[in-house]
């Protein structure tokens, strides 16, 4: 048996990053914050305060791919986020098909929803890839 890992998901946008919390032991993923600082030395110190605060030993990184599983420029941007977040931190980052993770939510128009749905690609990596 493995020791309980806190892990962070993201939901990587140009905008906003969704930042969601949860860890191995119960498997359950939780909003944390959204981030929405601008340029990359802003956002990645808000990251690394959380990183401070947390703990986390592993990221999950959504990855945007078309329908048919085919990539297109966001998903080349969110490959990059994930690098950034390895090379940065030297923790280890898993990247999660985040096909339809936004429809799941139930938005009204202008809310700020990134933060859950950092939170469904968390928990999507936990129901797919821990073993419980």
């Known amino acids: 048996m493995h020791s309980p890992e806190t892990v962070f998901g993201f939901d990587f946008g140009l905008k ?3 930042v969601a919390m949860g860890n191995t032991m119960i498997g359950q993923a939780a ?3 959204v981030i929405t600082s601008v340029g990359n030395d802003a956002r990645f110190a808000d990251i690394r305060a959380l990183i401070e605060k947390w703990g986390p030993t592993r990221f ?3 990855l945007p791919l078309h329908p048919d599983g085919a ?4 998903t080349a941007r969110c490959r990059r986020f994930a690098n950034q977040l390895h090379g940065r931190f030297n923790i280890p980052v898993v990247l999660v098909d985040e096909r339809y993770s936004s429809a799941v939510i139930q938005a009204k128009r202008g809310e700020v929803i990134d933060d859950r749905a950092a939170s469904i690609i968390l928990q999507q990596y936990f129901d797919e890839y821990v073993p419980q």
Not at 71 to 74: G, I, K, L, T
């Open 60 to 62: 999950v990184v959504g």
């Open 31 to 33: 909003p944390l914050a």
């Open 71 to 74: 990539e297109h420029e966001m």
């Open 16 to 18: 906003r990053i969704g």
